[in-house]
């Protein structure tokens, strides 16, 4: 089956922030959707991020309220992640930005 975006509301809500050596690095997951909101945007794919104080990045988003919220707020679907990988780039010493 083929979907054509270009008719739908997407809603995208923060992805949760990665961990490194064993600890979670917060307030990556909402920077990086709106990054990802910003690339569906250009390629001309109708997308917003969640506005709920209910849905933070350092959390694993709960599916039921996920699909609640975006039902209730008139989205045909949702996108939502999990940064599966940091890279400690020393940024403050090396020069060499952290990436996920």
Known sequence: MKLS???KRILVFPFQDPYYKGRQIQGVGGPFSSVFITKLRAAGISSDLAKSSSFPSATELE?????????????????????TEWLDGATLWSGTADVA
């Open 5 to 7: 975006f270009s008719e």
């Open 63 to 83: 599916m039921d309220k996920a699909c609640k919220y975006a039902s209730d707020n008139g989205y045909d679907m949702f996108i939502t992640g999990v940064i």
